[in-house]
């Protein structure tokens, strides 16, 4: 728009309204584009990327029109319209309609530029310089996507960290609250079904006995049993140290069942290893919060562990509990 002003009032302008009126569409395509990112928010990247590419259109077009008007000399046409073309690989994600752009832009170029009335050797030079620019715009466009790949990758990994254990790589404490609030959510608040509370018996006497990386693998296959044998709908996570949590939302499993299946996995490792489990339900009557029920499950667990669990290992620390 300041461009197309500039032009109506300058003296050797032979043609200023025609130019400030190419201006002003250029103004209103861009506008338009970038009001509909701005106040819609797409979430799709093409529509973003098909509002760019009307923007540099239309801003290659008029820069043509300028030309062919002799606003501007050729030369500089060709100058203004190689920076256009590098923008296009600032701005632009994807291969397809970057090529469509840049194979519009040099066929363009080529139907004006041979009308012109310019020397050969100049027809010829605007061509390398053409040329140049495209493939600087795509050097720029492959570098950006590699930057961009690297940038994603690198945010799904912390994404990942802060909601997955790094050992038994199942979710963590906090990925395990951010599941469950999400699926309640989609549920329309529904209730939690179950909740089930596992701790790995004498833990730290089998990373006093056996070694720590003993201790490691025994909480790797406590992971793997449970997010292998669990339930549709349902939750596993490491909540810290040696103790584990499932959240279900269908029919639960009986605390017998979670101990078999846990125990025939751990025991390929370390015999001598088990677990206790406590379920938890919701009350009778109306929901049971999520905080809730882990307390409960967890209380059910130590009392299971101490009225009905039988050491298996020998001579177990008396004060140890966990």
């Given at each position: 728009m300041i461009i197309g002003l500039l032009a109506l009032i300058d003296p050797e302008n032979v043609h200023?309204?025609?130019y400030f009126a190419g201006c002003v569409a250029v103004g209103l395509v861009t506008g338009t584009g970038l009001?509909?990112?701005?106040?819609?928010?797409?979430?799709?990247?093409?529509?973003?990327?098909?509002?760019?590419?009307?923007?540099l259109v239309a801003t290659f077009a008029n820069t043509i029109y300028g030309a062919l008007l002799d606003v501007d000399p050729w030369w500089q046409a060709c100058s203004y319209l190689v920076v256009i073309m590098i923008a296009g690989g600032v701005s632009l994600?994807?291969?397809?309609?970057?090529?469509?752009?840049?194979?519009?832009?040099?066929?363009?170029?080529?139907?004006?530029?041979?009308?012109?009335?310019?020397?050969?050797?100049?027809?010829?030079?605007?061509y390398v310089l053409m040329m140049l620019g495209a493939v600087t715009a795509g050097a720029i466009l492959l570098?950006?996507?590699?930057?961009?790949?690297r940038v994603t990758a690198l945010n799904q990994e912390l994404r990942a960290a802060a909601?997955?254990?790094?050992?038994?790589?199942?979710?963590?404490?906090?990925?395990?609250?951010?599941?469950?609030?999400?699926?309640?959510?989609?549920?329309?608040?529904?209730?939690?079904?179950?909740?089930?509370?596992?701790?790995?018996?004498?833990?730290?006497?089998?990373?006093?006995?056996?070694?720590?990386?003993?201790?490691?693998?025994?909480?790797?296959?406590?992971?793997?049993?449970?997010?292998?044998?669990?339930?549709?709908?349902?939750?596993?996570?490491r909540w810290g140290g040696d103790e584990f949590v499932v959240i279900g939302f269908r029919?639960?499993?009986?605390?017998?069942?979670?101990?078999?299946?846990?125990?025939?996995?751990?025991?390929?490792?370390?015999?001598?290893?088990?677990?206790?489990v406590g379920l938890a339900l919701p009350e009778p009557g109306g929901p049971t919060e999520l905080p809730e029920l882990l307390k409960r499950a967890d209380q059910r667990m130590y009392e299971r562990r101490e009225s009905v669990r039988t050491p298996q290992l020998v001579n177990p620390p008396e004060a140890e509990t966990a």
């Open positions: 200023p309204v025609r009001w509909f990112v701005a106040r819609r928010r797409p979430r799709s990247t093409m529509s973003v990327e098909l509002a760019m590419l009307a923007g994600r994807q291969w397809n309609t970057f090529l469509i752009y840049i194979a519009a832009a040099l066929t363009t170029w080529v139907v004006v530029i041979e009308r012109s009335v310019d020397s050969r050797n100049f027809i010829f030079d605007t570098m950006f996507k590699s930057e961009r790949k909601s997955h254990d790094q050992l038994t790589g199942i979710l963590n404490r906090n990925g395990l609250l951010q599941a469950a609030d999400a699926i309640t959510r989609d549920r329309q608040g529904a209730e939690t079904a179950w909740c089930a509370y596992i701790d790995v018996d004498y833990f730290k006497t089998i990373n006093d006995r056996f070694g720590h990386d003993l201790g490691d693998e025994v909480l790797e296959r406590v992971g793997f049993a449970l997010s292998e044998g669990r339930a549709a709908d349902s939750l596993t996570a029919d639960p499993p009986t605390e017998e069942a979670l101990e078999e299946m846990v125990n025939a996995e751990i025991r390929k490792v370390e015999p001598s290893a088990s677990v206790s």
